[in-house]
């Protein structure tokens, strides 16, 4: 099972983490007209609203719970001016909840109860962030099941050495490891002057592979810019209007093995995708104003995350992303094409070692090792330089157990795209229906 190498994991960690007070203004819907819906789902609609409104409640306890809102500005406006205190929210949540429970048992519309369960594990996640707002601390392993609906299945460290073995064999010499693969990564990293242009051509042929099978409404469109003091390398910022601001990190500097991925992951077939099909069909098709809001803390991120970060994989499938690098990117960023396939070797041979990045923040959020240890081994197996395992640790202590959703929504979007050897329209099929109706983490294990 091919993944995101682990050195671009930790690179990236991007798509749908918190950004606090940068986050931009809500835009695009400006109301949502529920009378569309059947008079069977009022009572869905009147428990969407109040979701709604809890949510935005939530977010003014802590910055960046609501990573993306374009629904109608008086509602956030309301929930702003006067937010209900944690313990109550907390209540209301519960209370919430169980109102679902009893709308839900008068069902009979398919979607209608896919639109319950989407709701009710909502629901179920906001509890732990207001546990924890209020002192409660949860195991790595409870916590991200809690939030995110999956418990992670964490290997041991020692369980990563024969990858390792293998990376050094690729990178021969003295000296540590990690310095080693860097030396020869740098070889490959896009010129600031170059980043523009050979980020501009990396996204536009995510888009063209992307909108060959799901099409893309109309008017789309996403701004690319350029930040710094981030810990993440990308991020989407989903503004409503089928629009989005897309930012890298330039911090440190940009591999260029990180322009395609950067163009699925927060692009297309990724998270700037997925959001417009959600406004499209789910907001403005059927009138459900809980999708105009995106809550970071819940299973919904490890659909996003993961099925942005397979979108790679999906549009490039094969050797079809090394050879746009070859072709392509390499010569607008102005790299030498390697003579031999060393470097596309080096980058899967990594890839084995992504899951480490889990046990490291296990480790750590659970207090088993303390923070100089995580940096040291966010070096060894991920094959960091000090100043890119720094900023994966000040990542892990931001997000927490988030960083599931990475490898993990992967691994499972993987799964449920590829089970049964489909040919490629099927497997673009089936993430067109990932993206763009209520699915949750349980849905992508069902066959």
């Not at 001016?81 to 209370?95: E, G």
């Not at 992670?152 to 064999?169: N, W």
């Not at 330039?250 to 099909?277: F, Q, R, V, W």
Request: aromatic share 8%; charged share 25%.
């Amino acid at each position: 099972m091919k993944r995101t190498s682990a050195l671009l994991l930790a690179l990236m960690l991007t798509g749908c983490a918190a950004a606090g007070t940068e986050r931009p203004a809500a835009g695009g819907v400006a109301s949502i007209d529920v009378r569309r819906a059947p008079v069977s789902s009022q009572a869905m609609n009147d428990i969407a609203a109040a979701y709604v409104r809890l949510s935005l409640e939530i977010g003014t306890h802590e910055d960046g719970y609501i990573d993306a809102y374009y629904g109608p500005a008086d509602v956030k406006a309301a929930a702003e001016a006067a937010p209900r205190d944690k313990p109550a929210l907390l209540a209301a949540t519960r209370a919430l909840a169980a109102r679902l429970d009893l709308a839900a048992r008068r069902l009979s519309d398919p979607m209608e109860r896919r639109r319950a369960a989407f709701l009710r594990a909502q629901l179920r996640a906001a509890e732990t962030p207001l546990l924890m707002m209020q002192g409660t601390r949860f195991a790595f392993a409870d916590e991200a099941e809690r939030l995110f609906g999956v418990r992670p299945r964490l290997l041991p460290l020692a369980s990563y050495d024969g990858a390792l073995a293998k990376v050094a064999a690729l990178v021969p010499g003295d000296g540590d490891l990690a310095t080693r693969v860097e030396a020869y990564l740098d070889h490959f990293t896009i010129p600031k002057p170059r980043l523009q242009k050979t980020l501009d051509a990396a996204i536009a042929r995510c888009r063209g592979r992307s909108a060959a099978h799901i099409a893309m409404p109309k008017g789309e469109s996403f701004r690319l810019e350029f930040v710094t003091g981030k810990s993440w390398s990308g991020y989407n910022y989903y503004q409503g209007g089928y629009h989005s601001l897309i930012q890298a990190n330039t911090d440190l500097p940009i591999p260029l093995s990180h322009a395609l991925i950067l163009g699925c992951h927060e692009g297309y077939p990724g998270h700037h995708l997925l959001n417009m099909k959600l406004e499209e069909q789910l907001v403005n098709g059927r009138g459900w104003a809980e999708y105009s809001l995106y809550p970071l803390f819940s299973p919904q991120s490890l659909i996003a995350e993961g099925s942005a970060s397979y979108g790679v994989d999906l549009a490039f499938p094969g050797d079809s992303k090394a050879g746009t690098e070859r072709d392509i990117l390499m010569p607008i960023a102005e790299i030498a094409v390697p003579a031999d396939d060393r470097y596309w070797q080096l980058l899967k041979a990594i890839d084995a070692l992504s899951g480490a990045r889990l046990t490291i923040a296990q480790q750590y959020l659970d207090g088993t090792i303390d923070r100089a240890a995580a940096v040291a081994l966010t070096r060894k197996y991920l094959l960091m330089s000090p100043g890119r395992a720094e900023r994966s640790v000040r990542f892990t202590e931001q997000y927490r157990s988030y960083v599931i959703n990475y490898g993990l929504g992967e691994a499972m979007v993987r799964g449920y795209v590829e089970r049964g050897n489909p040919d490629r329209d099927e497997m673009w099929r089936r993430m067109a229906k990932i993206i763009g109706e209520p699915t949750l983490p349980a849905d992508l294990l069902r066959r």
